[in-house]
């Protein structure tokens, strides 16, 4: 999310909060995860190595504006639906979908 490559951070509960949210960094690097795709290409193509990834920190703030329940349409599409945001349906596909934990009961918060 800090680097731009996805709009939804996945959770297992709603929140009602609107407004300011750090983003932190793992305490620790998770070597196995970083070594998969397509989490090693976008780090590299963003200029991070498992030398120089930031670890225990707050790495940028966005402000949440919204809490979208996660649902699923025909063929294994991924979809959210509602919120206060246009309650409109939205695809969930590309690195989105591969950075995301998207199940029903799960909730987007963009």
């Not at 498992?50 to 920190?57: K, Q």
């Not at 599409?77 to 199940?103: N, P, Q, S, V």
Request: hydrophobic letters at 35%; proline letters at 5%.
């Amino acid at each position: 999310m800090a680097l731009g490559e996805k709009r939804f951070e996945t959770r297992g509960w709603a929140t009602k909060y609107r407004g300011p949210i750090a983003i932190h960094a793992a305490k620790k690097m998770n070597r196995e995860i970083y070594l998969q795709e397509p989490f090693r290409s976008v780090l590299d193509m963003h200029g991070y190595t498992l030398d120089n990834l930031p670890t225990g920190a707050i790495v940028a703030t966005c402000k949440l504006n919204d809490c979208l329940p996660v649902t699923f349409a025909g063929d294994d599409e991924i979809i959210a639906y509602g919120g206060e945001t246009g309650h409109k349906w939205i695809r969930i596909d590309g690195h989105e979908r591969l950075f995301g934990w998207f199940e029903p009961g799960r909730y987007g918060w963009k």
